[in-house]
């Protein structure tokens, strides 16, 4: 039994990295990335990402240009992939392993948001700070990804009142890592007591 929820978990790791893979291949363009193995590799990791596609209908998973459908499926083969390897290892599972499992699935997906909103604001920071043409390329960008980011925060932070945009930006930028830091230490607590529960 352990020997196929070992399989289990090596199949679901080696799909995770294919679908890393191919998420980070379409970020890129160029004559190498067509070709017989590029295909393959399409053929088997599209369809799942595909039906994650569809749900950024759904389901708040896109922000501008940047579709996150990736990570959600990605986390779920994630837990799924930690459900094989504990029932491998430990020979059972429980509902609070499981619950433990999801809670640090969800985690997973929202300190990325955190982390990726923290440097978001940190490079308009620094852009803001250097004086950078934000009308151009890289900055561009970064300017278009942070402005509703921003707009949000600070909807939440100053309640519409109206502030400076370097004020905005810092005590955003401040925010949302503390956020993340205290968030964090809760989360680790909270994951810990769920896989100790005993049912």
Known sequence: MSFIFGLLGGVTGIYMFLILIRVLMSWLQGPYLTGK?????ARVTDPYLNWFSRLSGKL???????????????????VANSVFNTIA?????SVGIVLALLADMLWSVISFGL??????????????????????GFWSIIDN??????????R????????QYKTALLVS?????????LAGSLARVGIGLLARLPF
Do not use: C, E
């Open 173 to 181: 930028t401040a925010a949302v890592i503390i956020v993340r830091l």
């Open 115 to 136: 982390s990726f909103t923290a440097v978001i604001l940190i490079l308009r920071l620094i852009a803001y700070w250097t004086n950078r043409n934000t009308f151009s």
């Open 89 to 93: 290892t430990m020979g059972r599972i």
């Open 60 to 78: 708040p998973l896109r922000l501008g240009m940047i579709d996150f459908s990736p990570i959600l499926g990605i986390g779920l083969l994630s």
């Open 37 to 41: 193995p590029v295909q393959l590799l």
């Open 156 to 163: 939440i932070l100053f309640n519409r009142r109206v502030v």
């Open 145 to 154: 990804i942070s402005k509703p980011i921003l707009h949000g925060i600070s």
